[in-house]
C-alpha cells in the first residue's frame, strides 16, 4: 500500500492484487514447520503436536464466526454467514469440520479425551487463536471480514498437504485425511464472498490501509501457530511445562 494519507484509494482489482500479495508473502504455506511436515521430515509424534494444536484453531473457528454473525446488519450477510457455523459445527453430532477434525486426531493416535481437554495445547497456540477470536469480536465488521481472507489461500496449501502427507508417511490414510476434502470447496464459496465484500467495502485510503492489516495479522496468526511448534517439538528439549508431550518410541 502506498502509505501516503494523500494518496487517492486503490480500485478494487488493485485493492485485491494487494490482498493477494499479502498472502503470496505471508501465508503459512511458507513456514518451515509446514514445508516439513508435507515433505515427509517430520515423525508422527511431530505431527501429532501439529494436530491436537490446530485443534484449538478448528474449535474456536465456529466461536469466532458466532461472534460476527451476531454483528451483521442484514438477513442477507447472516444468512450467507451461518454456512459457515453448520460447516464446522455440523448440523447434528458428529458432523461439521470440528468433528472431522477429531477424525484427525484419532487416525493419528491420540485420545481424543486429551486433545478435546485442550491440557496440551501450547501456549502460544492458545494465545494466538484467542487474538483472532478478539480481533473479529472487537474490530470492524470489514476488518473482520477481510481477517477471514486467509482462506483465498488455503486450497493450494490444504492439496499440497494432502499429497504430501499421503506419499509420506504410513501412518496417514485418505480417511485420516478426510477433514480437508470439502474444504476444497467450502473456502473457495466462503474467500468469494469474503472478497466481493471488501472490494465493495474498502473505500477509502483508511479503510484499504485496515483490511490490508487484518489480512496481515490473520497470517501473523497462522504464522505464530507453526513458530511455536517448530520451537517446541522441531527443536527437541523445548516442550512448555505441562504441554503435550510425545510418547517415547
Ligand atoms: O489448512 C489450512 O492451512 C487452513 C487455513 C485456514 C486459513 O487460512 O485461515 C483455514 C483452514 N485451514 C480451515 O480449515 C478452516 O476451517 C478455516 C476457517 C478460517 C477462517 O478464518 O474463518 N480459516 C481457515
Avoid at 491420540?110 to 491440557?119: C, D, F, N, T, Y
Avoid at 494466538?128 to 471480514?145: M, T
Amino acid at each position: 500500500m502506498t502509505g501516503s494519507p494523500l494518496s487517492p484509494p486503490l480500485s478494487p482489482d488493485e485493492l485485491e492484487a494487494a490482498l493477494r500479495a499479502i498472502g503470496a508473502a505471508r501465508y503459512h504455506n511458507l513456514h518451515p514447520f509446514h514445508r516439513a511436515l508435507h515433505d515427509g521430515r517430520l515423525n508422527r509424534a511431530q505431527v501429532q503436536a501439529w494436530a491436537l494444536n490446530r485443534y484449538y484453531y478448528q474449535s474456536r473457528i465456529p466461536a469466532k464466526d458466532a461472534t460476527l454473525l451476531a454483528r451483521l446488519p442484514t438477513a442477507e450477510l447472516r444468512r450467507e454467514w451461518r454456512r459457515r457455523l453448520v460447516d464446522h459445527d455440523g448440523d447434528a453430532p458428529g458432523t461439521g469440520g470440528v468433528a472431522r477434525w477429531l477424525k484427525l486426531t484419532d487416525g493419528l493416535g491420540l485420545e481424543r479425551a486429551e486433545v478435546e481437554s485442550l491440557k496440551g495445547l501450547l501456549p502460544a497456540t492458545r494465545f494466538a487463536v484467542d487474538a483472532y477470536v478478539d480481533f473479529v469480536r472487537d474490530r470492524s465488521i470489514l476488518e473482520a471480514i477481510a481477517s477471514s481472507l486467509t482462506e483465498l489461500f488455503s486450497p493450494t496449501i490444504i492439496s499440497e498437504r494432502v499429497a504430501g502427507m499421503l506419499r509420506h508417511y504410513d501412518f496417514v490414510t485418505p480417511e485420516t485425511l478426510a477433514y480437508f476434502q470439502p474444504r476444497l470447496t467450502q473456502a473457495p464459496r466462503d474467500s468469494d464472498f469474503a472478497l466481493a465484500y471488501v472490494r465493495d467495502h474498502a473505500r477509502t485510503v483508511q479503510e484499504q490501509q485496515a483490511v490490508l492489516d487484518a489480512l496481515t495479522f490473520k497470517c501473523d496468526v497462522l504464522w505464530s501457530m507453526l513458530d511455536a511448534l517448530d520451537y517446541a517439538y522441531v527443536s527437541p528439549g523445548r516442550i512448555p511445562p505441562g504441554a503435550f508431550r510425545p510418547l517415547p518410541a
